[in-house]
């Protein structure tokens, strides 16, 4: 495996400033993808495209982009060249890599210079991994599914999918600030501010010196908790007296 490819859904209904949203999410995966390996990012033809170099962290890498707010699904594969064979055994490779039933093979073609429809290649990739495994096809509950992704001069083939956790981009609404308690809702309101744009700081109230630091450290373990979705937030820790 050396490619991620990144789609989003809310964004795509953006118009004339559709090119802000898009930059911001490329950035915010840019900064989830450090120390993963990851050798370029682009943006085109609805969707993101994250290629690697050799030795790649991409399950992490995967999970960190699901997690990026904006990301609808991110799909783990292999770019090979936009051809029926090639795509043909990239995908036989793929299913064997595990056990499966039944499959499928799902194509999507954007601005592809290809001389073959999303159906067609659906019809031609299917009718070689059939004839190579002796498994059934099932549209509709197959057990495996291979992805392909014709775009430009390109093709990515993958499995392995993971839902994304939608909304809109980190940095395309205001900056906010949000109280942080030791329970469950203030952190959710949090999440849920930043999953529509926000940038998220965080403002904590603690009782010390008279208490001990108790509610001080569950903030901070509510911060490592929510940093891989708000990305860039500051927890602001204040005492409610003085000493």
């Not at 992704?149 to 909304?167: K, M, P, Q, S, T």
């Amino acid at each position: 495996m050396d490619a991620l490819i990144a789609h989003y859904a809310e964004i795509g209904l953006k118009g004339r400033n559709r090119g802000f949203f898009e930059h911001s999410l490329t950035r915010n995966i840019t900064r989830a993808l450090r120390g993963t390996g990851y050798k370029r990012i682009r943006n085109g033809f609805g969707r993101i495209v994250v290629d690697f170099g050799p030795e790649p962290l991409l399950e992490e890498a995967a999970r960190r982009t699901a997690d990026v707010f904006g990301v609808a699904y991110v799909g783990a594969g292999r770019r090979v060249d936009p051809d029926i064979g090639s795509l043909s055994s990239c995908a036989l490779e793929l299913l064997d890599a595990s056990p499966f039933g039944s499959f499928r093979i799902k194509t999507r073609k954007s601005y592809a210079d290809f001389p073959h429809s999303a159906h067609e290649v659906n019809e031609m990739v299917g009718t070689h991994v059939q004839a190579a495994t002796g498994a059934p096809v099932d549209l509709k509950t197959a057990d495996a599914t291979v992805w392909i992704e014709l775009f430009g001069n390109a093709a990515i083939v993958y499995r392995d999918r993971l839902a994304g956790a939608g909304g809109l981009p980190v940095g395309t609404s205001e900056r906010m600030l949000a109280l942080l308690s030791g329970g469950i809702d203030s952190p959710v309101a949090a999440w849920r501010m930043a999953r529509r744009g926000a940038v998220v700081d965080l403002l904590h109230f603690h009782a010390q010196p008279f208490t001990d630091r108790s509610s001080v450290r569950q903030a901070q373990k509510l911060v490592v908790a929510l940093n891989p979705y708000l990305l860039r937030s500051i927890l602001y820790s204040v005492p409610l007296a003085d000493a």
